[in-house]
């Protein structure tokens, strides 16, 4: 069985360290926030090449907050993609305003900046990139219209810690960026976690108290506010495993230069990298084409017949938010937004993580090549 994500393979390498680390918080009895967060705030802001960092208890959280700061609420509009995990929209509903979908450009996945100028109303307060699948969104045209229209730029980083758009680390290039620690995600802790990076001291004052609710000092409540505070359990763990993530990045970039190269002449579409991007493949996404001579709908054919194999896959997202029960009320429909539309029907995600062998890759690649020929060995 070749699973979609190992965690365990990767708590076994660093066990020792992390095991220390859980402990030596249990004794200091810093359950919540703490010194660990706090250096942890420092180590991953300093990564992302922010000058802030303020850590919560999940990326929601995270985006909840930054959106506050930049003083999104009632009755403003926020533009993002359709083609995300839910958690970017919910978030933007928690403030209070509305969310307004700009389509994903069908090569990078990433918001189609060429759109987004049409979708900005006189409500329009922010502009809310997704760096989908690990890969930045093309940020200087996104930062140049922010600037003539006077909006904010908040990334959702969650799923690409590390990644850099020419040469500069996401998160620390619009306003403020937010990232996700659930296990699963390229930096992932042993529970739930996120942090709101940013350079600007005011916004990070602000979602300082937003997360502690709203207090400037103890029980004084200035803001209201939340109770989004990261455990200090999960900062330990977080510190330990930040040593890590160059290497364990650079192991996902290995890995999907050999699925590109297996999978090359195989039919299905191989992720493109943007030229200003390194991608951090947090999904190594492939696209089956619609008219593939697999089994019908050919995507979950291949994904059955993957199964079969005992090779795990994923679909990042079958459903775009526009067209999701929970968001009917945002009134769009199914043809709204065509190139999220087909990505949602025709994205396989496979096993990627950065303890994934060669030999497991080249499995996975076998497989493959096998269902496509329409032959099972
Ligand atoms: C994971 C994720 C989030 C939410 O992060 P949580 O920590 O699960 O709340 C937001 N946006 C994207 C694109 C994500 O992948």
């Known amino acids: 069985m070749i699973p979609f994500v190992d965690l365990k393979t990767q708590y076994l390498s660093i066990k020792d360290e992390i095991d220390t680390a859980v402990l030596k918080v249990l004794a200091s009895t810093q359950f919540v926030l703490g010194n ?22 999940t990326g929601t959280s995270a985006l909840h907050l930054a959106l506050l700061a930049a003083g999104i609420g009632a009755g403003d509009e926020v533009i993002t ?66 600037r003539r229209h006077g909006l904010a730029v908040i990334e959702d980083a969650a799923q690409a810690h590390g990644a850099e758009y020419k040469g500069q680390r996401v998160g620390s290039i619009g306003d403020i960026g937010c990232f996700s620690f659930y296990p699963g ?20 004052h602000t979602m300082g108290m937003l997360r502690d609710w709203g207090q400037e000092r103890r029980y004084h409540h200035v803001l209201k506010g ?65 008219g593939h001579a697999t089994r019908s709908p050919q995507r979950d054919a291949l994904q059955q017949s993957l199964q079969e194999q005992e090779i795990q896959t994923g679909i990042h997202y079958p459903i775009p938010v526009h067209l999701q ?50 032959v099972t060995v």
């Open 36 to 57: 660990e967060v706090k250096a942890f705030e420092e180590e991953f802001a300093s990564y992302c090449n922010a000058d802030y960092g303020i850590a919560v208890n």
């Open 226 to 290: 939340y109770n989004y505070r990261m455990d200090g359990i999960q900062g330990a763990i977080l510190r330990v495993k930040l040593r890590y993530i160059e290497e364990w990045t650079e192991a996902r970039r290995r890995h999907a230069a050999q699925y590109d190269q297996l999978l090359a002449k195989s039919g299905v579409g191989i992720p493109a990298v943007m030229p200003y991007s390194r991608h951090v493949y947090h999904v190594y996404a492939v696209r089956v084409p619609v």
């Open 325 to 374: 029960a929970a968001y009917s009320d945002l009134d769009y429909k199914q043809g709204d937004f065509p190139h999220s539309e087909l990505a949602a029907n025709t994205v396989l995600s496979l096993p990627m993580y950065a303890e994934i062998t060669p030999t497991q890759i080249n499995t996975v690649g076998e497989s493959f090549q096998s269902i496509l020929q329409g």
């Open 185 to 204: 995600k390229n930096l992932g802790a042993y529970g739930e976690g996120g942090m709101a990076v940013t350079n600007n001291p005011e916004y990070a």
């Open 81 to 146: 993609v359709p083609f995300t995990f839910v958690a970017t929209t919910a978030a933007i509903c928690y403030t209070g305003a509305t969310p307004v979908f700009v389509d994903i450009d069908p090569v990078s996945y990433t918001i189609d900046v060429t759109q987004i100028e049409k979708a900005i109303t006189e409500r329009t307060k922010a502009i809310l990139p997704v760096h989908l699948y690990g890969q930045p969104a093309d940020m200087e045209p996104i930062l140049d219209i922010a």
